[in-house]
């Protein structure tokens, strides 16, 4: 679930496109936090009020390619509320799982800041990750959003991102590996993957 993939592929066409999602017309607070919602086109529609639901992690300057990034930046990383629940009582996410990627833009000077860095305001992308099992042929798929009207499109699942989570997901094909507060369950549960435990036995210690 990297958008930093996608950057790689169709150069940074996204970067600073500005994502202040609201709830579509119709469309509750509690019913966006069920799962997913699609268009009669079977685009997704903008995770509802997503910044309110788990966050799970944030990482700086993340890369699954062995080169540099041209700036600096943020991956935060939310799932809504109902799958959350169902990881820490089974170390696995159940269907309708809706794990949003927000990459931000990464700062080194404001007010009185003099070294590291911190997320300036200016959302570069996002990206969504849902278990839909009756939906995709491998039960989860990825959606990418450009702007902040337009619904987020399928990304096809001969794409890398498919292929990459399938070999490295320590969960059911996700990152859990990268979230700190998942990873222990994962383990106490027996849910990671044998392909994961015999590259990192003990990632998580």
Same mark, same amino acid.
């Given at each position: 679930?990297?958008?930093?993939?996608?950057?790689?592929?169709?150069?940074?066409?996204?970067?600073?496109? /500005?994502?202040?999602?609201?709830?579509?017309?119709?469309?509750?607070?509690?019913?966006?936090?069920?799962?997913?919602?699609?268009?009669? %086109?079977?685009?997704?529609?903008?995770?509802?009020?997503?910044?309110?639901?788990?966050?799970?992690?944030?990482? /700086?300057?993340?890369?699954?390619?062995?080169?540099?990034?041209?700036?600096?930046?943020?991956?935060?990383?939310?799932?809504?509320? !109902?799958?959350?629940?169902?990881?820490?009582?089974?170390?696995?996410?159940?269907?309708?799982?809706?794990?949003?990627?927000?990459?931000?833009?990464?700062?080194?000077?404001?007010?009185?800041?003099?070294? !590291?860095?911190?997320?300036?305001?200016?959302?570069?992308?996002?990206?969504?990750?849902?278990?839909?099992?009756?939906?995709?042929?491998?039960?989860?798929?990825?959606?990418?959003?450009?702007?902040?009207?337009?619904?987020?499109?399928?990304?096809?699942?001969?794409?890398?991102?498919?292929?990459?989570?399938?070999?490295? !997901?320590? /969960?059911?094909?996700?990152?859990?590996?990268?979230?700190?507060?998942?990873?222990?369950?994962?383990?106490?549960?027996?849910?990671?993957?044998?392909?994961?435990?015999?590259? %990192?036995?003990?990632?998580?210690?």
């Amino acid at each position: 679930m990297r958008l930093k993939l996608l950057f790689a592929e169709a150069g940074l066409g996204l970067a600073f496109a /500005v994502l202040s999602f609201t709830i579509p017309r119709g469309h509750s607070v509690r019913a966006a936090e069920a799962g997913p919602f699609y268009t009669e %086109e079977g685009d997704l529609l903008p995770p509802a009020n997503y910044r309110e639901w788990i966050f799970l992690s944030s990482g /700086v300057d993340m890369s699954y390619a062995n080169k540099s990034s041209p700036m600096t930046m943020f991956d935060n990383v939310f799932v809504n509320p !109902g799958a959350y629940r169902s990881f820490l009582a089974t170390g696995t996410w159940p269907d309708k799982t809706v794990l949003v990627l927000e990459t931000r833009e990464g700062r080194e000077k404001g007010s009185i800041n003099q070294k !590291g860095h911190f997320q300036g305001t200016h959302v570069i992308g996002i990206e969504v990750h849902v278990k839909d099992e009756t939906r995709f042929p491998g039960k989860w798929a990825f959606f990418s959003f450009a702007t902040e009207t337009r619904p987020g499109k399928l990304i096809p699942q001969a794409a890398d991102c498919y292929s990459c989570h399938q070999a490295h !997901g320590a /969960v059911d094909t996700t990152f859990v590996q990268f979230y700190p507060t998942l990873i222990p369950i994962a383990r106490a549960k027996q849910t990671l993957t044998p392909e994961f435990l015999k590259v %990192e036995p003990r990632s998580d210690k």
